[in-house]
């Protein structure tokens, strides 16, 4: 797979500027084979480039650049560099606002994300924070006998569970 998408992305990156989203893109897919597959090394170098074009993007692709924050949030999660993963969560989480609305699946994803992230910085309070907010907004997002209401009613009360409110998640 990996010689596949070396060569995909050979072909692909002289149609995208070295800044453009489509090549962070790119280098993030790249940098989730190369955690994968041991080469540490190669994701890290992967990651910061990705996250540089990130940072020079502008609003005009939104929806592409919450994704993408939302990625290398994610993998950076994954890495246990929490503390780099935040400030990139909360800038999809505003991207993603932006572009779809505050109720969109991809925000309340992202939510759930950063309530994830604060319980394993410790951050009980803001992890509920993150949680609740999620779950109000996913009541009113979804219809509440479809299963994207079911998931996200189970996602709440296991975090709940967490937070040792089992009575609340009851």
């Known amino acids: 797979a990996e010689q596949s998408y070396l060569r995909a992305s050979a072909i692909d990156r002289p149609a995208h500027d070295t800044d453009d989203a489509g090549y962070a893109a790119d280098l993030l897919?790249?940098?989730?084979?190369?955690?994968?597959?041991?080469?540490?090394?190669?994701?890290?170098?992967n990651l910061g480039t990705a996250r540089t074009i990130l940072s020079k993007q502008v609003p005009a692709d939104q929806a592409t650049s919450a994704i993408l924050a939302a990625d290398l949030a994610r993998l950076l999660k994954q890495e246990g560099r929490l503390l780099?993963?935040?400030?990139?969560?909360?800038?999809?989480l505003h991207l993603t606002a932006l572009a779809f609305g505050s109720n969109h699946p991809d925000s309340i994803s992202?939510?759930?994300?950063?309530?994830?992230?604060?319980?394993e910085?410790?951050?009980?309070?803001?992890?509920?924070?993150?949680?609740d907010k999620s779950f109000q907004l996913s009541r009113s997002a979804f219809s509440q006998s479809?299963?994207?209401?079911?998931?996200?009613?189970?996602?709440y009360a296991s975090m709940l569970i967490r937070l040792n409110r089992v009575t609340q998640a009851r």
């Open 146 to 155: 479809g299963p994207q209401y079911a998931r996200a009613t189970l996602s």
């Open 84 to 92: 780099e993963a935040e400030p990139l969560y909360l800038k999809s």
């Open 121 to 131: 910085k410790g951050d009980e309070v803001q992890a509920l924070k993150y949680a």
């Open 110 to 119: 992202v939510l759930n994300d950063l309530a994830q992230l604060s319980l």
């Open 29 to 45: 897919n790249m940098a989730a084979l190369s955690q994968e597959t041991g080469g540490i090394n190669d994701a890290y170098t």
